[in-house]
C-alpha cells in the first residue's frame, strides 16, 4: 500500500504555518504516518497557496521541498500540492489514504480541508507531538528569555506564553514537551558504521534545525563514498556560552530529534564537548572533521576547539552554499512578530468556532438518543 501524507509540509496541526518552523513534531508526525503504509509522498503547497490561506511564507517553496526531502521517512514530495485534500489528489498520486495530525485544518474560509477524504473513508490520523508547536518555539525568539534551556526552570517562560497561543483552542498553544528514551530509539537509525564507512565528524548547536543545515550536511554527505555521519550537540549551557542572548532556542533534547530525523545523519552525540579532543576522535574512529563556513568560537579558556584535527590533519572546512543561520531565522521571525500574532489570534478564533460547532452537534445527538429511550 502506499500512505501519502497530505498533512503537508506546512504541518497545518501548527499555528503560525507561514514561517516554515519545521521541528521534531512535525517530523515524528511523518515517522507515524510512514509507519501505516510502505511508501509516503508527501505535498507541499507553493507559496501562493500559503498566501491565500495562512499569509506571506518566510521560506521560499523551494527551500520547503528540499527541507520536507531531507526528513528520513519521506519517500518522495509532490511539489505544488493543493492545499484542499481531494480524492482526485489520491488517486493521481495511487495513494490509498492520506494521514494527518490530531487537530483540524482549515480553509481561509473556514472549511475542513480533509471533510472530502474523510468522507470516503481515506483519511487516517496521527498524533501530534505534545510539548512542541511553532507558536511555542517563536514566543521562545521574542520573549529573549532562557527558560526553556535543559537546566532552567520553566515558571518565568510559562508566566509570559499567553500572548503567544496560550488560548482555548487545544491545536494552538504551549504545553512542555518531556524527552523519553523511547523518543529517542523511534527517531534513532540503530546503524553502527561498517567496514569501509569513512566515519564524519560535525560539532555545533544546529538549533531550529533548518535549510541551511540540511545543505551543510548533504554537502558533507557527498564527501564521502560511504559516509557515516556524527553531529556533536553542545549542551545548552555551552551553546548560550559562545552564542549569547536567550540561544539556543530549542534545548538540547529537542535539537537531538531534530537532527535524528535528518537522513544523512547517522548517530548524534548529546552533549559532546566543546573540543573536538583525541579522546572523542578515538573514540569514535572519526576519520574527517569537517566546520562550515560559520566563525569558529574559541573554548573558555581561548584555545582552538578543533585544534587536535587541524594537527592530524583530518579538519576539512565545506562550503555548503547555503549562508543561512539560526540567527537570520530569529530576525525574520521577529520583522514579523505584529504579524504572527495576528495570525495566530485569527487560526485560533476559526478553531474555536469549529470546537463549539463540534459541541452542539454532539449536544443534539445525545438528545436525540435520550428521547429514542423515552
Not at 487537530?103 to 473556514?110: K, N, Q, Y
Request: charged share 25%.
Amino acid at each position: 500500500h502506499t500512505a501519502a501524507l497530505t498533512f503537508f509540509f506546512f504541518f497545518n496541526s501548527e499555528t503560525l504555518i507561514s514561517y516554515d518552523m519545521v521541528h521534531y513534531g512535525h517530523s515524528n508526525q511523518l515517522r507515524q504516518a510512514k509507519a501505516m503504509g510502505d511508501y509516503l509522498i508527501v505535498g507541499v503547497h507553493t507559496d501562493s497557496e500559503i498566501a491565500k490561506h495562512k499569509g506571506p511564507p518566510v521560506f521560499t517553496q523551494a527551500e520547503r521541498y528540499k527541507m520536507v526531502r531531507a526528513i528520513k521517512w519521506v519517500d518522495e514530495v509532490v511539489e505544488g500540492a493543493p492545499y484542499v485534500t481531494t480524492l482526485g489528489t489520491l488517486d493521481k498520486y495511487n495513494c490509498d489514504f492520506c494521514v494527518h495530525g490530531d487537530d483540524i485544518t482549515l480553509t481561509v474560509d473556514g472549511k475542513d480541508t480533509y471533510e472530502e477524504v474523510k468522507k470516503s473513508g481515506r483519511y487516517r490520523q496521527c498524533k501530534r507531538t505534545q510539548g512542541v508547536s511553532t507558536t511555542d518555539l517563536v514566543g521562545r525568539m521574542l520573549l529573549m528569555t532562557k527558560a526553556h534551556h535543559s537546566n532552567i526552570d520553566s515558571s518565568d517562560y510559562q508566566q509570559h506564553t499567553d500572548n503567544f497561543g496560550k488560548g482555548h483552542s487545544p491545536w494552538t498553544g504551549v504545553s512542555q514537551f518531556l524527552q523519553t528514551s523511547q523518543k529517542i530509539i523511534q527517531f534513532a537509525s540503530g546503524q553502527e558504521p561498517q567496514p569501509g564507512d569513512t566515519i564524519i565528524y560535525v560539532a555545533g548547536a544546529f538549533d531550529l534545525f533548518h535549510i541551511g543545515h540540511v545543505d551543510f550536511l548533504e554537502a558533507v554527505h557527498k564527501l564521502a563514498e560511504k559516509p557515516y555521519i556524527i553531529v556533536g550537540l553542545h549542551f545548552d549551557q555551552e551553546v548560550n556560552r559562545y552564542k549569547g542572548k536567550n540561544y539556543p532556542i530549542m534545548n538540547v533534547h529537542e535539537r537531538t530529534l531534530s537532527v535524528l530525523a535528518c537522513r544523512y545523519v547517522s548517530e548524534v552525540v548529546i552533549g559532546a564537548p566543546f573540543a573536538v579532543t583525541k579522546d572523542l576522535l578515538d573514540h569514535f574512529k572519526v576519520d574527517l572533521v569537517c566546520h562550515g563556513k560559520t566563525e569558529i568560537y574559541p573554548d573558555k579558556d581561548g584555545s582552538d576547539p578543533y585544534a587536535e584535527p587541524r594537527r592530524k590533519g583530518i579538519l576539512r572546512t565545506v562550503d555548503s552554499g547555503n549562508s543561512l543561520t539560526t540567527d537570520a531565522i530569529v530576525q525574520r521571525i521577529i520583522k514579523n512578530r505584529l504579524l504572527f500574532e495576528a495570525r495566530n489570534q485569527k487560526k485560533e478564533a476559526k478553531e474555536i468556532a469549529v470546537i463549539q460547532a463540534m459541541k452542539r452537534k454532539e449536544e443534539e445527538k445525545t438528545k436525540e438518543r435520550a428521547q429514542a429511550v423515552l
